[in-house]
């Protein structure tokens, strides 16, 4: 019975065992800067709070209860402690407690005595506020990122109080009752508004697409394939990262291959792309009817050597201009397999097998079918960043020109071979031109990546960066 359970659990861990294409980790580093942006924003945000209103009653012995609220209630001074936050592996969480909080506030006051009502304003201070609070990161059933409060608690130390207006004479008698009174309310209403600060961030995960549309052909899936993983120096995220063609909605007939990131220590945050990512868009417009194209003569440059006309094809194919002369040819090109991406250590491959069939347009518009070839190529490419741009070059490695079918007869193909090959070159010169200027690094609005480097893996691609966060006024609400 027990062996059986054992079999089934392997067997459920086999088949939920999806590898994540896309790793993200986030660094002891990281967290202490992004603590120390959000107590700063904090800092500078506090006079934006609202407080909520305090409300009670208190009972005095002899004179019966006394009905109070605390409203319009304004920070006029904080000082607000460094906070600490910790990786806490026991949770799968962060621990952030902060310790010796002071806060003066001012506001009004009303109370409600028998048939006396009184009011006017006063100051507070709160002193020694100490708050522990854990969170518990987590996978809802969506794969969503999650975040729960495992727990929270909070001390006031003490509470002075100051009160002005009214027939203030009346409270200031019970400003003792009133300041343990408060403190203890106070207290009590701090963990509950921590939680539920948390439970609107969770909001807001839950509320986050986990799959994006790139454009009209594909869809990006970075759901959570796994739980986070926590260990006192680092959170990992392993994201799905597959892009799925939005019409057929297929997975590719490969998978994303485990990998693991390298340590990096000295950079707040680094993330880890399988070439499996890469390859899943390949093959989300290859199934969506992707990678064919039709070539006619006007794509052609003017200045050519070459256009697709019948009766200039003579250098090629000697034979065509005799058989079909002052034709213009169509050729339509189309990959005859998925292009398949492969990350080494020093380069990426780019396997792209296409076929080529050449046709005659004849008067009547009727195409006649002339020859078939098949092309197969291999491209090197390098990226890496500097100046804080993204940078790369493409080479390539290898081509090969066959005929793998003829309605003209036969023709050798260097020729074409050596053409195609020039026209390649060109235009990948071009693009090496584009490549080597550059393109900026993803950024939002509020935060951008800085001290990016780029590491070639064996199946992935690793980057390591630092970033800088720019919180304004009221991002957060
Ligand atoms: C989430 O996706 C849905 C459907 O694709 C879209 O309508 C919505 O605008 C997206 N929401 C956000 C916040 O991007
Ligand atoms: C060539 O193809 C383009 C785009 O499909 C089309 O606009 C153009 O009319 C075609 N030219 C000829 C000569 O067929
Ligand atoms: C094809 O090339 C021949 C020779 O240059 C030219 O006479 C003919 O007009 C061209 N055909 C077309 C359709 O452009
Ligand atoms: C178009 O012209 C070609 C060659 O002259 C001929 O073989 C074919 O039958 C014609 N097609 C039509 C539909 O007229
Ligand atoms: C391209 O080159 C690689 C290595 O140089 C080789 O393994 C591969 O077979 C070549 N492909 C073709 C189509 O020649």
């Known amino acids: 019975m027990f062996l059986n359970l054992i079999v089934v659990l392997m067997l459920l861990s086999c088949t939920c065992g999806e590898n994540p294409a896309i790793q993200v980790t986030l660094t002891n580093k990281g967290l202490q800067y992004g603590k120390h942006a959000g107590a700063d924003w904090i800092q500078k945000n506090l006079e934006h709070i609202t407080l909520p209103d305090i409300s009670g009653d208190i009972d005095i012995s002899i004179l019966g209860s006394i009905d109070y609220t605390l409203t319009g209630i304004r920070i006029i001074k904080c000082d607000l402690p460094e906070p600490s936050v910790a990786f806490y592996p026991d949770a799968t969480g962060f621990k952030t407690s902060m310790l010796g909080l002071s806060v003066a506030l001012t506001g009004e006051w009303m109370t409600h005595y028998g048939i006396i009502h009184d009011g ?32 929270c608690d909070a001390q006031v130390g003490g509470v002075d109080m100051e009160i002005h207006g009214g027939a203030s004479w009346i409270i200031q008698l019970f400003v003792n009752h009133f300041k343990d009174h408060i403190s203890s ?4 209403k701090i963990c509950p508004s921590v939680e539920d600060m948390i439970a609107k961030f969770e ?9 994006f549309d790139v454009d009209q052909a594909l869809t990006l899936d970075l759901s ?66 992707g990678f064919q194209i039709l070539i006619n003569d006007s794509m052609i440059p003017p200045g050519s050597p070459v ?25 339509q090109v ?9 990350f080494q250590s020093d380069a990426v491959k780019l396997g792209f097998q296409v076929a080529v069939k050449a046709f005659a347009i ?10 078939k070839l098949n092309v197969d190529s291999e491209f090197i490419s390098k990226v890496w960043i500097a100046d804080g741009r993204m940078k790369g070059s493409v080479s390539m490695n290898n081509f090969t020109l066959t005929l793998a079918g003829s309605e003209v007869g036969t023709f050798t193909t260097d020729a074409l071979e050596r053409i195609a090959k020039l026209g390649i070159n060109l235009a990948l010169a071009n693009m090496n031109q584009k490549l080597g200027k550059g393109f900026d690094l993803p950024r939002m609005k509020q935060a951008q990546l800085v001290n990016s480097v780029l590491k070639m893996q064996e ?12 919180l304004t006024d009221r991002d957060f609400n």
């Open 334 to 342: 189309y990959a005859r397999e998925v292009p398949m991406f492969s």
């Open 203 to 211: 909001y807001h995960l839950q509320a986050m697409n986990v799959t």
């Open 362 to 371: 004849q008067p009547n518009g009727t195409q006649t079918p002339l020859f």
């Open 224 to 289: 959570l394939t796994d739980l986070p993983v926590i260990d006192v120096s680092r959170l990992n995220l392993g994201l799905k990262g597959e892009f799925y063609s939005i019409k057929t909605h297929t997975d590719p007939p490969f998978e994303a291959q485990p990998f693991t990131m390298p340590e990096q220590q000295g950079y707040m945050l680094s993330m880890g792309l399988s070439e499996f990512t890469l390859n899943s868009a390949l093959y989300g417009y290859y199934s969506d009817g």
């Open 120 to 151: 006017g304003s006063f100051d507070m201070a709160v002193f020694s506020v100490s708050v522990n609070s854990v969170v518990e990161l987590g996978k809802d059933a969506d794969r969503h990122l999650s975040v729960t409060s495992v727990s």
């Open 185 to 188: 309310e106070i207290e009590t």
């Open 307 to 331: 256009h697709l006309n019948t009766s200039l094809m003579g250098p090629f194919i000697p034979q065509l201009p005799k058989m079909f002369p002052g034709l213009l040819m169509d050729l």
């Open 459 to 470: 199946g992935f691609i690793a980057l390591f960066s630092d970033a800088e966060v720019f």
